[in-house]
């Protein structure tokens, strides 16, 4: 059998994962926030933020170059974020988050982190929250919608968002986030050739920046589009290599186009930077196709272990397609 044909007939196993983390993602909840400066700008650098749940560890993941993180996957609950300090300026940061959706939907809730400094340690006065800040082209004009555009993207509020995303471009025609952020929103409403667009206009702008490369990947790996995926997220990598969330979309990319071995490389990192909770189910996935059901096994017991927070009847169903991989095992003894 090819590896094409191994990857259009799944065993009953994966049929379990794939219903089990698909209805997961489809009734839990999101949080998302910024790690900010008591100045209100972002950190040089990326931050390790940590979600945590009755003091057990949910999620981990980095800040982007805007500050900004985001958590999927979630059930209603009162969990801490922790955002870890840099030993110099800040300190190690704890705040409360409440995730308090009700109803069927899924729901996207925003708490951001506003850093404590270390004593002795000032920042700057001005608050700057654009990527453009040292940009002396940038107007006032355009840094002011950019940030209630940024706000309104926060609050889950797309088409205003889009609208104050257009006038800091009427402003500032070459500004790349504003061209990346209005991607974006364009790509939560699906309106997917305007997104494109956008990300392509950021590019020509900016082409050695990564942000736009990795937003088009990611829109296409939804799309399933995966063979179309992979140039801009490798590209995107070329240009960055700390993020964890290219080598996520990249990895189920190149597993679902017959690529193994980039996708486990790619899987791997993702974890090794992020721990995002998905690359152990994307893992799975993928020694499940390769015939390894012991490693699939591995992965699945170290999601569940993972994710305390998950519905009883989530884990029943992965404990399922446990068993099935189980018997595959002893079925080769």
Same mark, same amino acid.
């Given at each position: 059998?090819?590896?094409?044909?191994?990857?259009?007939?799944?065993?009953?196993?994966?049929?379990?994962?794939?219903?089990?983390?698909?209805?997961?993602?489809?009734?839990?909840?999101?949080?998302?926030?910024?790690?900010?400066?008591?100045?209100?700008?972002?950190?040089?650098?990326?931050?390790?933020?940590?979600?945590?749940?009755?003091?057990?560890r949910v999620h981990e993941t980095f800040t982007d170059?805007?500050?900004?993180?985001?958590?999927?996957?979630?059930?209603?609950?009162?969990?801490?974020?922790?955002?870890?300090?840099?030993?110099?300026?800040?300190?190690?940061?704890q705040t409360d988050a409440e995730v308090l959706g009700?109803?069927?939907?899924?729901?996207?809730?925003?708490?951001?982190?506003?850093?404590?400094?270390?004593?002795?340690?000032?920042?700057?006065?001005?608050?700057?929250?654009?990527?453009?800040?040292?940009?002396?082209?940038?107007?006032?004009?355009?840094?002011?919608?950019?940030?209630?555009?940024?706000?309104?993207?926060?609050?889950?509020?797309?088409?205003?968002?889009?609208?104050?995303?257009?006038?800091?471009?009427?402003?500032? +025609?070459?500004?790349?986030? $504003?061209? !990346?952020?209005?991607?974006?929103?364009?790509?939560?409403? &699906? @309106?997917?050739? *305007? #997104?494109?667009?956008?990300?392509?206009?950021?590019?020509?702008?900016? +082409?050695?920046?990564?942000? $736009?490369? !990795?937003g088009i990947g990611v829109m296409l790996v939804r799309? &399933? @589009?995966?063979? *179309? #995926?992979?140039?801009?997220?490798?590209?995107?990598?070329?240009?960055?290599?700390?993020?964890?969330?290219?080598?996520?979309?990249?990895?189920?990319?190149?597993?679902?186009?017959?690529?193994?071995?980039? #996708?486990?490389?790619?899987?791997?990192?993702?974890?090794?930077?992020?721990?995002?909770?998905?690359?152990?189910?994307?893992?799975?996935?993928?020694?499940?196709?390769?015939?390894?059901?012991?490693?699939?096994?591995?992965?699945?017991?170290?999601?569940?272990?993972?994710?305390?927070?998950?519905?009883?009847?989530?884990?029943?169903?992965?404990?399922?397609?446990?068993?099935?991989?189980?018997?595959?095992?002893?079925?080769?003894?």
């Amino acid at each position: 059998m090819s590896k094409g044909a191994s990857i259009r007939i799944a065993s009953l196993a994966f049929a379990i994962l794939l219903a089990a983390t698909t209805s997961l993602g489809q009734a839990a909840h999101s949080l998302q926030g910024r790690v900010v400066l008591p100045n209100g700008s972002q950190p040089p650098n990326p931050v390790r933020v940590t979600l945590t749940f009755s003091g057990k560890r949910v999620h981990e993941t980095f800040t982007d170059l805007s500050g900004r993180f985001f958590f999927s996957g979630l059930n209603r609950g009162r969990y801490q974020l922790v955002a870890d300090g840099d030993g110099e300026t800040f300190e190690t940061t704890q705040t409360d988050a409440e995730v308090l959706g009700f109803g069927a939907g899924s729901q996207t809730f925003t708490q951001n982190i506003q850093l404590r400094l270390k004593a002795g340690k000032a920042v700057a006065t001005a608050a700057v929250t654009s990527v453009e800040a040292l940009d002396p082209n940038l107007p006032p004009r355009a840094r002011e919608q950019y940030e209630k555009g940024l706000k309104q993207s926060r609050d889950n509020n797309p088409e205003k968002a889009i609208k104050l995303f257009e006038e800091a471009l009427t402003a500032y +025609p070459q500004f790349y986030s $504003a061209h !990346v952020a209005v991607a974006e929103q364009y790509a939560k409403l &699906k @309106r997917d050739q *305007e #997104a494109v667009a956008a990300y392509q206009k950021a590019i020509e702008i900016k +082409p050695d920046r990564a942000p $736009a490369y !990795v937003g088009i990947g990611v829109m296409l790996v939804r799309q &399933k @589009r995966y063979p *179309e #995926a992979i140039p801009p997220l490798r590209r995107s990598l070329e240009l960055d290599k700390l993020s964890s969330t290219p080598y996520l979309f990249l990895g189920l990319a190149e597993m679902m186009t017959a690529d193994y071995q980039a #996708a486990e490389a790619s899987l791997l990192r993702s974890y090794e930077i992020g721990k995002p909770a998905l690359a152990r189910i994307y893992l799975a996935n993928l020694y499940e196709l390769k015939g390894e059901p012991e490693k699939a096994i591995q992965q699945l017991k170290a999601f569940l272990a993972e994710s305390p927070n998950l519905p009883d009847e989530r884990r029943v169903e992965l404990g399922q397609a446990i068993d099935k991989l189980k018997k595959r095992v002893d079925a080769k003894k």
